[in-house]
Nanobody, 125 residues
Framework: QVQLEESGGGSVQAGGSLRLSCVGSGVAFNSVNIAWFRQAPGKDREFVAAHAWSGGSTSLADSVKGRFTISRDYANFAVYLQMNSLKSEATAVYYC??????????????????WGKGIQVTVSS
């Protein structure tokens, strides 16, 4: 069964940085498209970033452009979300996800095939 695992979350002050990691099992991880979503308390799960399996394309939500980057480490079968200049609105549970590129590139959460269990990120003032 496909399983995705997130790591690297925690608490940080506004303006700080964190790097989240996603690794997978039960799937050819280097050959699937990976996305990050987040869900703040009382809000819907929203798209953050995506990386195509080929490494040729990435997508970022407008809210994080210029501050977040998504990258893939093929040797370690991992996808990273580097989060810089963090704002309080980044406080959320962050989820790793797998799905077709046509869906993930546009941030369509209904196109996700598999979800990780999520990891907490808290940004304080």
């Amino acid at each position: 069964q496909v399983q995705l695992e997130e790591s690297g979350g925690g608490s940080v002050q506004a303006g700080g940085s964190l790097r989240l990691s996603c690794v997978g099992s039960g799937v050819a991880f280097n050959s699937v498209n990976i996305a990050w979503f987040r869900q703040a308390p009382g809000k819907d799960r929203e798209f953050v970033a995506a990386h195509a399996w080929s490494g040729g394309s990435t997508s970022l939500a407008d809210s994080v452009k210029g501050r977040f980057t998504i990258s893939r480490d093929y040797a370690n079968f991992a996808v990273y979300l580097q989060m810089n200049s963090l704002k309080s609105e980044a406080t959320a549970v962050y989820y790793c996800a797998v799905g077709p590129w046509s869906r993930l590139r546009s941030g369509d959460r209904e196109g996700v095939n598999y979800w990780g269990k999520g990891i907490q990120v808290t940004v304080s003032s």
